[in-house]
């Protein structure tokens, strides 16, 4: 079992005891061997996705794309962006959860107009800056829609759209919707080519099991399978799938699709099963404001995960098959801005995101399924000041923390190998009693020909002072010539890699000037702890000590020449 962490019940208590002693530090050993390695180091972290489509082309879109992108560059792996409203009615106006294409319109006598214009904008900037599109087929053009009443095609900028209005309702005629499908991929083919195109991958709808689908289980299911068919019909190699429930399983939703696509009659053919190709769902976290502060809950999100990649294993036909975690976050709601969400900004945000990726890898071993990516829902947001608490990686052109975190992500490679920690929770440690005693203080590494990446992080749920870790970081079998290592120290806490810390340094002034947006754009790239540094390789061993803040994030790097 490809366990990345491990612990002792007795140090749970031992580690809490030495905070209360001690202020200052307090003790971890982690050991990384280098000689056990647990297979392919899987890059789940490459995806991401937005509400809204058309900020992707806007100044600040543009620029985080092509640092989104370069991580994909870094270690030689694809990213993936996925957006809503693709097929939304519309003239490209946008607003918080919103966004708008001319897709679908029909004449006087109901016979349909195709205008590609905009999504080919939102597809040409991904393509140019290395981006490859995960393709959502929604939400419902106005003139297809069962109820188009109120379908809100221009909502206030600075406010946040109805999720479930006249787009979130099923089709009024099956047929048109299945051609909207062939339509939009014939045209893609023909715009980018056969080869690229079955690169991407194509799925249907978002969280049909809540208030963004007006229908039944069922009436999914034909959605699912009129636009699938469309689809390969244009594309018969196309990547397909679904379903994309909230809630992990949502319920008994993402089983009953399974059985659907399994055994199930397909509603365009009237034969047995519909084309799945992988599967998606949602996992989220559940932070609250309490006793003045966030504290955040990601035993929710491992719950959703684990308990999705459960009904999954259960269908032999699927226990295998790609899985994207097509939403996968701290919690629901990108545009919201309330108390529990002031977690954003800083470096809570950046160490719950480099804990929780190496434990859904691990629930995913424990299932036997294969989890090829877990999405973050993130990206930024247009016509909004610097650092206005949205969830997103950059604010008005600025890198928040968490974006360093995908940075680290990208400079491992090749093999995960064994880690152990004495202060680390694992998996299904967290899932059912999240990180509310001792924090967790653990990594996750890999081996790559002359290099050996080590990921720590210090980890709590209550985002209130605590005690730094004292790090005893002991490595092994390293498959390097005894001598002097070259190390380099990446890091994210309040003073490095933290543009917003920065930002309050300097009185938080709104709007940035020119000169300090420069500095600031400088405080949001990912920071070196010191200058580079060496570090003694003895009978394939090393040790390496350094202190580690609540809520900071290290990437150790190991390479010879």
């Known amino acids: 079992m490809k366990t990345i962490i491990t612990l002792a ?22 050991t990384v061997d280098a000689s056990k390695p647990l297979g392919e180091l899987k890059p789940i972290w490459r995806f991401f996705g937005a509400d809204e489509p058309n900020y992707a082309y806007m100044k600040d879109g543009k620029k985080l794309l092509g640092e989104l992108g370069e991580l994909g560059r870094e270690n030689r792996h694809q990213v993936f962006f996925r957006a809503h409203h693709l097929l939304t009615s519309g003239d490209g106006a946008y607003a918080l959860k919103w966004g708008s294409t001319s897709a679908y319109k029909e004449d006087t006598n109901g016979v349909p107009i195709y205008d590609w214009t905009i999504n080919d904008k939102i597809f040409d900037t991904y393509l140019a800056h290395g981006i490859k599109p995960y393709v959502q087929l929604g939400f419902m053009p106005e003139a297809l829609s069962t109820h188009p009443q109120n379908y809100p095609q221009h909502p206030p900028v600075g406010e946040k759209a109805d ?4 787009q979130a309702y099923p089709p009024k005629d099956y047929v048109k919707w299945e051609n909207l499908a062939y339509e939009w991929a014939k045209h893609c083919v023909e ?23 007006h229908g039944s289980h069922a009436d999914y299911f034909k959605l699912y399978d009129y636009a699938i068919d469309g689809v390969r019909r244009a594309l018969p190699n196309a990547k397909v799938g679904g379903p994309e429930t909230a809630g992990g399983p949502g319920g008994k939703f993402l089983q009953e699709f399974l059985q659907h696509c399994a055994h199930g009659t397909n509603y365009v053919s009237g034969k047995i099963g519909s084309p799945l190709d992988f599967v998606s769902f949602h996992a989220k976290g559940s932070p609250v404001f309490t006793n003045s502060h966030v504290r955040m809950s990601m035993a929710s999100q491992l719950r959703n995960m684990n308990d999705a990649f459960a009904v999954i294993a259960k269908f032999p036909e699927y226990k295998k098959l790609p899985i994207v975690i097509g939403e996968s976050d701290p919690e629901g709601c990108a545009a919201c801005r309330e108390p529990r969400d002031a977690y954003r900004n800083g470096t809570m945000y950046s160490s719950y995101t480099a804990a929780s990726f190496p434990r859904a890898l691990e629930l995913a071993e424990k299932h036997g399924v294969n989890l090829e990516g877990a999405l973050t829902w993130a990206f930024t947001f247009a016509d909004q000041p610097p650092f206005a608490g949205f969830r997103q990686l950059a604010s008005a052109g600025l890198d928040l923390p968490v974006l360093n975190v995908f940075r680290m992500f990208s400079k491992m490679s090749g093999q995960q190998i064994t880690v152990t920690s004495s202060a680390g929770l694992n998996a299904d440690i967290i899932r059912k009693s999240n990180v509310r005693g001792a924090p967790d203080v653990s990594a996750y590494a890999s081996r790559d020909q002359n290099k050996i990446a080590v990921l720590v992080w210090h980890y709590h749920d209550d985002d209130l002072p605590g005690a730094d870790a004292a790090v005893d970081l002991q490595l092994s079998g390293i498959p390097f010539h005894d001598g002097q290592a070259k190390l380099t120290h990446y890091r994210i806490d309040a003073n490095h890699s933290n543009a917003y810390e920065a930002w309050k340094k300097i009185g938080s002034p709104v709007p940035v000037s020119e000169k300090d947006f420069s500095a600031l754009e400088k405080a949001g790239q990912l920071a070196e702890l010191g200058g580079e540094e060496s570090v003694s390789v003895v009978n394939g061993s090393a040790e390496i000590k350094f202190n580690l803040p609540r809520q900071g994030v290290s990437l150790l790097v190991i390479t010879t020449p």
């Open 9 to 30: 019940a007795s140090l749970f208590f031992f580690a809490e005891k030495i905070i209360a002693a001690d202020s200052n530090s307090f003790p971890v050993t982690i």
């Open 163 to 166: 999720a479930g209005a006249g």
């Open 191 to 213: 715009k980018y080519g056969r080869a690229e195109v079955e690169q991407w991958y194509w799925e249907v709808w978002n969280e049909p099991n809540i208030m963004y689908w």
